[in-house]
């Protein structure tokens, strides 16, 4: 099983390199499935690895001109701070056991993969349906307002914080329909923001969980190697058709989650 998890590990990354988003959302199923690892310290381990690998994606980006730091700043003021707490103090206070009904237990276990069984099936659908918004061809300057960013940006920080999954299926279209970034530019952006969100929860986490570093580390050393290799197969193969099949395979892992919370004797 633990082969079978750094491969997966490996195809996070070149998912991201190949299609500049997506492949986070796989994180925390890949730990917590193959290498037995509770879900809601995998979602603590989901921070450091996608935020580690959005962050060198980001500066990927930053050096060609595609990361609007006034926006990333302004978004990630909001969604930082959200995260940070979430991490700090929301999420040590579930308890093991949050509700009994009848003979059913409702675990922190079961709500935290249940949550992000969902989270995975409405990633999925942002990937194979037709994009309904159109990105400008130019950037608008005087678009990025704080205030128009704040409520978006706790949204955003919730789902960070909660899940571990960075969210940037909710962030590109929230950066192209607010802040009117051309398409590349709005990739570009919420990778950072992304960074800024997983890194800074994480650091929240420390304290509260027992840290396996040297595991940590060689996962998202894995991945962030898969991101260069995805980077390069990027130039040869057509990113469109492959994130549409990429959404049809997160999909099918969502109603296996969902199927194997739900119904775990199915």
């Known amino acids: 099983m633990e082969i079978l998890g750094y491969l997966a590990s490996a195809f996070i990354g070149i998912s991201l390199g190949l299609i500049g988003g997506g492949g986070s959302i796989l994180t925390v199923p890949v730990i917590v499935y193959l290498f037995n690892t509770p879900p809601l310290l995998a979602t603590s381990y989901s921070l450091f690895i996608v935020g580690s690998t959005s962050l060198i994606g980001s500066i990927t980006n930053y050096r060609k001109g595609l990361v609007n730091l006034k926006a990333a700043l302004y978004f990630g003021t909001s969604s930082i701070v959200t ?107 919420s990778l950072m923001i992304i960074a800024l969100n997983s890194l800074i929860g994480f650091a929240g986490d420390i304290g509260h969980f027992p840290i396996q570093w040297s595991f940590l580390l060689s996962i998202t050393f894995i991945a962030i190697v898969g991101i260069f290799l995805g980077g390069l197969l990027s130039k040869k193969i057509p990113g469109k058709k492959l994130k549409k099949g990429f959404g049809w395979f997160v999909l099918l892992m969502g109603i296996y989650i969902l199927i194997k919370e739900l119904l775990p004797n199915f």
């Open 83 to 189: 995260v940070f707490i979430t991490r700090k103090f929301l999420v040590p206070a579930i308890p093991k056991e949050i509700v009994k009904i009848g003979g059913f237990t409702l675990t922190e276990s079961f709500l935290t993969m249940v949550l992000f069984g969902m989270l995975m099936l409405m990633a999925s659908m942002s990937m194979i349906k037709k994009p309904k918004v159109t990105a400008p061809e130019r950037e608008c300057t005087d678009c990025v307002r704080f205030l128009k960013l704040v409520g978006y940006g706790i949204a955003i920080g919730l789902v960070t914080g909660l899940l571990g999954a960075g969210g940037g299926f909710l962030l590109i279209p929230a950066l192209v329909l607010l802040v009117k970034l051309p398409m590349k530019k709005a990739v570009g952006t």
